[in-house]
């Protein structure tokens, strides 16, 4: 083999590798995305937490949520509501539980759409779409052990999550904590 040739063909192979690299990608792109949702359960829905790292792809959407729906309350974190409600949310700003909000401008809009649809999950078949955590199955699902107040809104989460002005909703006051340590 001449050595021009030799050169060529590791171009070629070079070339091969980083085309079948590009297509796998996008292949298990399209597969995922095709994949059908699964069915909610409690355990799944604790394995995508807020303050799991979120892969780098959805962070513009995190930080534009968290700046466009985390001013007048603590921002709340996709999996407690069906895919259904946030759509509604973004979709209806002039109606926003008695407030009047501004529509998030586009593409902005579509960013935080695309994090808040893939953190949450569908509605079921003939369930009401909830506008309260309160009636949020996915919410209650989150919650196995605590007793909810029917009265709960966006205001008291902080109560029992002290880090939730830093979306960190994993992070219990310590009577949980402990309590939490002792269930296990
Ligand atoms: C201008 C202030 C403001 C902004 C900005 C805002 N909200 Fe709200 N939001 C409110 C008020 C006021 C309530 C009702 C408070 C109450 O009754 O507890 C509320 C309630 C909610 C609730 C209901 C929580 C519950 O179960 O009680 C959700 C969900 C919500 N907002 C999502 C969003 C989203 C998503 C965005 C961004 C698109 C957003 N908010 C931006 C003012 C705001
Ligand atoms: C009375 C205490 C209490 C209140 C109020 C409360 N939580 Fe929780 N939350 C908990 C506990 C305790 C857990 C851990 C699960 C369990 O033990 O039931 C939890 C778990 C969660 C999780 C899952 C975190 C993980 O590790 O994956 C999310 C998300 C969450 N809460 C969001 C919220 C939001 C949003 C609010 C306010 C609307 C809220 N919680 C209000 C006590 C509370």
């Not at 095709?34 to 069915?39: S, Y």
């Not at 919650?143 to 205001?155: C, E, G, S």
Request: with cysteine; proline share 10%.
């Amino acid at each position: 083999m001449t050595k021009y040739n030799l050169r060529s063909q590791v171009i070629l192979f070079g070339l091969v590798l980083v085309w079948s690299i590009l297509l796998g990608g996008g292949m298990a792109g399209v597969l995922k995305a095709a994949e059908p949702p699964k069915p909610p359960n409690s355990e799944t829905l604790v394995a995508i937490n807020t303050i799991d790292p979120i892969p780098e792809r959805y962070q513009t959407g995190l930080k534009l949520y968290l700046e466009n729906c985390g001013s007048c309350h603590v921002a709340l974190p996709p999996e407690i509501l069906p895919t259904q409600t946030w759509q509604t949310l973004l979709l209806e700003p002039e109606q926003h539980y008695g407030q009047k909000l501004e529509q998030i401008p586009r593409p902005f809009i579509f960013i935080v759409w695309n994090y808040l649809r893939t953190f949450s999950r569908p509605l079921g078949e003939d369930e009401q779409t909830p506008y309260r955590v309160t009636e949020s199955r996915y919410f209650k699902a989150l919650h196995p052990r605590v007793d909810l107040p029917p009265t709960l809104t966006a205001a008291g989460c902080i109560s029992c999550h002290p880090g939730a002005r830093d979306y960190d909703y994993r992070r219990l006051t310590p009577e949980w904590d402990d309590a939490r340590k002792s269930a296990y």
